[in-house]
């Protein structure tokens, strides 16, 4: 495959022109129209591609050639980290960006109590789940929109954007109404509807990765949502299956320095999920700032052991909020920092 | 959890009386509402029900405390396999089904001589994916509706009925209209909105294990499934994800005991997905018959070296029509059959 | 590498003559002298090796490039199928070999109570573990030299003869004085030590596969044996660790058939430690017949519920000689058959 | 399992009391003496056992009843983190050991300069393979004793306490003589013979983790050592096979945390083998420090693309060099610190 990637001013003609083109001798096209600019994958055998007679094409700006099998995911592709800003903050820069909250909306007081007790204690964004994928049919399936209106309230009152999860393709346009980061949880890692629903949507998304997934897989499904050009993407390790038993998950460490290697998209630890008992998070968590995750999402709830789901791995505000200090001290050993949540009027 | 089985003439009015004794004490109510008989799973702590006093009730037929996660689809719930007709055969019984066919509908001329030959070899029902679950967004993803019409017109010419996959819930309605058995594939298996849609729909439901679910996870799935009163449920081991290398996959032989001994619903061997390679499929199929499965799910196409998906574990026709004979001794051996796939006049 | 197999009667001149020419090419020798034949392996680039005029060397039979990391244990250096006796029964050729016993000696009478029983129901071989390894140092750890000679002394009575595990390379003399098979451990796969000892042995080996080994890596270990001129090895599927709780272990019946593509040497399924729970026994035992197992070998106990180790996954007698039957059903129905243990006068 | 401590001045008939005591109540013993103080293990139903008689018998310190299959090797057991002295160091305590060097000895001058250049840029213990466990018996096996000398004259010559891997419980004394620390490698975590013999040679012991071992079990494998009345006993991780194909290994993060909940030992983190690919050591090397690892262990190489063995996973010297920098940075955030590694007159 080659990736050509048009000029900003490109016009409609010019587009039109290299697609002919490659049509004409026997590829397929894949087009990506993002906000800034176009790109055209051409797909087929590279070999017979000429990529000097395509460089010299009206409207191109550069022709690459990508060899992994992501491709608009690949440094190959874009050299330089991808940032972007999320309210205040800028995720992918020098700065860790902090998710916190608890892992469902149970009730208005409870995501407001929480949202200010991580506001309070540095967190940047509200994490908190409306529809919740439960392996039982039985389980609290979340509060559904009521539980959206609940975190648009706390985002009211705290100034922190939200991050929720949404789970099937229809609900799409309902959760981006509300939330500014969608997620997609391990479960939906590969459906494919979803991803592209999320690519349309153009909203940031926070990509879980799956339970068993190989990094290369996880990179393929953010290829799926960047080639519908939402180039807004961050991928979210949250532990994956092995055989150990003291922890729900095995948080993958190594796949830090593996993705900073492999993409240019941000990388986000998990390490509620990652270790499935709140008091590894600690550890885990310093762990990945120290090597080089741009940001963290975090479980906290005031009550854990009354949590409606995953109390086993929340955290209480207080030891969340000494936790945020730890990350500061290990942010700026390794050359980042921990930006100051600014106090919102009450 | 307490299961009430209501009698068959039960009266609506029987139910809400169920239903309203059990609200007033404070449990939730998960209603099931089947063809032929209600069920109301009584959901609450379970120590505090007074099972007899629900057992006398009018309308009442039976109720089963189940101690699994999984209720509707355990062995305390329905101690008698379950046993469901499609088309000529019935899967659950005592003899082996064969499905068969190839990964991707192709062509119409592909579609239909793979059927012709699947039939002659011995084949029940044909396998054919037309909307393809694929790692990345630039593979073939399949013809949609168009392979569906293939299917039909094959199923029309050889009597076989098809199976095909179903990937998201809006399209359960178009898929259902051409297919005799909707499969879930292995990364949709936790996809709730698809379980709920396919649940809703009624069709019979091959259910493929997650690449990397607990048995207990996937028949909690299968529960979504059955809790929407969709009773005919097949389940289909197709391989787990394991550190070895010489298979794609590492087909779980001992999940086929244990889900006869866990589940009533039928179990199903997906030797193709479950070895990767078409020289080991031959060995697996067989044990998988010896081990007590009551059907397969076969890979076949006439020139695998071409096929756009999956050629590397696809059996020629000459191949699987002796593996056809090779199940039949084998099934034999364990007191089954392989049944007559019966002429249909051309 | 080159394989360099020497003539059966070629003198201490010529096999000199190759080592001598090889190392003055700068290679490295592994030399194997087994009772019939020698094998000199001519270790370095293969792309300067003149086969050719190795070929021509006086006492060589024929030069054999192997490819893959293991050498003598390849179909490459080997294409037909090992096979050797153990007692009256071959290994490796059409007949199914059972071997059965319990998990420990633990006593006199039990080994004697159990290895009758065993015999009456049709086993050819008995097993049973002298010395055990545990995972706790605190944990009953066999009873050593004494259950040796309650072994001798069951073959003794019964005529079959005895496999027990070694643990250490200072040990293989002793156990290789009572014993007819010497088994190597899961635990033990990659104990160079040991696999050395029981490669200078000349005794029969039964290779258990790693827990979470490779099947590369197990022939690898094979090769460790071979290279010592034992060629009479077995390897011993015995389940490897994933993440599926129901069962002890997963049972990889794909290994069976890439092992009979890959190597020459008999392959023997261990259903007892494959799936960790007597009732699910039965069915992968089948299973791995069907798929081509050259013999089986399983933990029976009279009073599983008293056994010192792994009762949970012991059958009892009566159920070992029903799936005696069963086996040799399914083994016929592949083209095999199940050998009459003959009666041994009392 | 009571664990019976005896007072440091306990007299051999004090002992002996105890021991009669228990047997005759028909309980096993175990007996570990340590240089130290002697611990009896009274090993059996714990529910007849009289605690407070127990604790009133002569030369009694304390008894304590051990849940977890592990016992010496429990924090129930043994509250306070071990720690004990290599060198002029003390691992275990707020300094973050650095254990460095390559995987082999290549040569005399090999292992001089690497000794040096590790020395320099900070490392205060000298690794280095004599003896290797090599998948392949045609792969070099190490320099044997030979390696251990020019081991030891790099000792002499940078003052750097040395460890190297024992393989064989025959080679522990020869191993020991040379070496200050036994390593455990990864495939003999279980080999219990070895386990028995550096128990019993009172030297400092690294266990590293099985590469599917729960953690459950790697802490039943330090008890066996412990068992022997070695308390000197370091938990090293360095990676599980997973089935993610990026990386060599996964390397555990999860586990530090766990193991300094569940016991008092020093736990080291090896990041070669955990990622086995230098650009993702410093990330993972980094990360283990912050997560509370007690020491490091890393392959360093002068010229990793000539390495005999794991060069694709070592660090130059300069990168070592400013990895030191980095981890000193990262303990000081997290209140530990790494030591000066002192000059030695050339």
Same mark, same amino acid.
């Given at each position: ?11 409609? !003609? ?19 129209? %993002? ?10 055998? +590279? ?5 000097? !007679? ?26 330089? +980290? ?42 940047? &964004? ?14 609290? !399936? ?16 705290? %100034?922190?954007?939200? &991050? ?20 997609? %949880? ?15 949507? !153009? ?48 948080? +993958?460490?190594?796949?830090?320095? @593996? ?16 270790? %499935? ?6 550890? @885990? ?10 940001? $963290? ?28 200090? +730890? ?12 930006? $100051? ?6």
């Amino acid at each position: 495959m080659m990736i050509v990637v048009m000029q900003p001013n490109a016009s409609m !003609q010019e587009k039109s022109g290299i697609i002919s083109w490659a049509e004409d001798l026997g590829f397929k096209i894949h087009l990506s129209t %993002g906000s800034e600019r176009t790109i055209i994958g051409v797909i087929g055998d +590279d070999r017979v591609i000429n990529r000097e !007679q395509l460089e010299r094409m009206s409207g191109v700006e550069r022709v690459v050639p990508v060899l992994k099998p992501f491709k608009i995911a690949s440094r190959e592709f874009k050299p330089n +980290d991808t940032q972007f800003s999320i309210g205040n903050h800028v995720i992918g820069g020098k700065d860790l960006i902090i998710m916190a909250g608890p892992c469902s909306v149970e009730s208005r007081s409870q995501i407001l109590e929480t949202a200010h007790a991580c506001k309070e204690a540095g967190a940047h &964004i509200l994490r908190g789940g409306a529809f919740k994928p439960r392996s039982s049919p039985y389980s609290f !399936q979340g509060m559904g929109e009521e539980g959206l209106k609940y975190l648009a309230e706390a985002r009211e009152q705290t %100034g922190m954007p939200i &991050i929720t999860e949404v789970m099937e393709p229809s609900l799409v346009p309902l959760v981006a109404e509300y939330a500014d980061i969608l997620q997609i %949880g391990a479960r939906n890692m590969q459906n494919y509807a979803l991803l592209h629903a999320v690519g349309e949507s !153009q909203h940031p998304v926070l990509l879980k990765r799956g339970m068993s997934s190989l990094i290369e897989e996880w990179l393929m499904s953010a290829e799926y949502i960047l080639s519908h050009g939402n180039t807004r993407v961050m991928m979210c390790e949250r532990g994956i299956r092995t055989f150990e038993r003291y922890t729900r998950n095995t948080f +993958d460490i190594n796949a830090i320095p @593996v993705l900073k290697q492999l993409t240019h998209l941000p990388v986000i630890a998990d390490p509620s999920h990652g270790t %499935g008992k709140w008091e590894y998070v600690e550890s @885990v968590t310093k762990a990945s700032v120290a090597a080089g995750a741009d940001g $963290v999402i975090l479980e906290v709830h005031p009550r854990p052991e009354e949590a409606m789901s995953d109390g086993r791995q929340s955290l209480k505000p207080e030891r969340f909020a000494q936790l945020v200090r +730890d990350m500061k001290a290990i942010a700026q050993a390794v050359g980042r920092d921990v930006p $100051v949540a600014e106090r919102v009027p009450a």
